[in-house]
């Protein structure tokens, strides 16, 4: 089965300065990669994704990175806010059944 | 409505009780899932619900049992849990293929 590898699992930065959190993937089948981040208390939230037969997608200050030769993605945070303080979940999929998530990053952004 | 809504928001419930999680989306959306998460961890899939047929049971105790009424509910019935079960209780729905989950906030679930 797919297996999805997520560093690093903490992560602090100041604030305006940018995160990067990286994930790998087992499965060369798997054709969707989502990103998550949940609040504590909240359940996981769609952030952005990509598709594999894209390289990279953007949104505001927000932007994923795909690269499939080597079987990893990325997810960029620019200017951050200490309201992207959050744990960040990264999955891959080849189906959308079963969808395996990364072991989460937990982003703490300092004032 | 762009939104799953779970109730209870919060669960206490004793090792012979018998107690039921609910989940309502009305998105037109024709997947839904149960997860399971313990603190710290990422979730973990229990149950898919497509087209309001049972699609995938991943080996989940016979202990929890769902049920889909229709495309728009989805039930988790809860029976004779034990302590290590207590953890957060996640919905999801997703349009069949390969799209984004929609989640609830969750059921946060405490067996005594």
């Known amino acids: 089965g797919e297996n999805v590898e997520q560093h690093p699992s903490t992560l602090s930065v100041q604030e305006g300065d940018s995160a990067v959190i990286k994930c790998t993937y087992s499965?060369?089948?798997?054709?969707?990669f989502p990103w998550y981040k949940q609040e504590l208390g909240k359940g996981p939230q769609l952030i952005i994704d990509i598709r594999s037969n894209v390289g990279e997608k953007k949104d505001q200050r927000i932007a994923v990175t795909l690269n499939k030769t080597a079987k990893h993605f990325s997810l960029h945070i620019t200017e951050t806010q200490p309201e992207d303080s959050a744990v960040y979940f990264c999955a891959a999929s080849g189906g959308y059944q079963k969808v395996t998530f990364g072991t989460g990053t937990k982003l703490q952004v300092i004032p | 409505d762009t939104e799953v809504t779970q109730t209870p928001k919060h669960l206490v419930m004793g090792m012979t009780n018998k107690k039921s999680l609910k989940c309502e989306q009305h998105m037109g959306h024709r997947a839904m899932y149960w997860y399971k998460q313990k603190a710290k961890k990422p979730p973990e899939l229990m149950f898919v619900?497509?087209?309001?047929?049972?699609?995938i049971n991943e080996s989940v105790p016979s202990r929890f049992s769902p049920e889909c009424p229709n495309s728009s509910l989805l039930n988790l019935h809860l029976h004779a849990l034990q302590p290590e079960d207590s953890a957060l209780y996640l919905c999801?729905?997703?349009?069949?293929?390969?799209?984004?989950?929609?989640f609830g906030s969750g059921t946060r679930l405490t067996v005594v």
């Open positions: 999801a729905s997703s349009q069949a293929g390969a799209y984004g989950y929609t």
């Open positions: 499965d060369s089948a798997s054709n969707y």
């Open positions: 619900y497509s087209y309001e047929k049972l699609s």
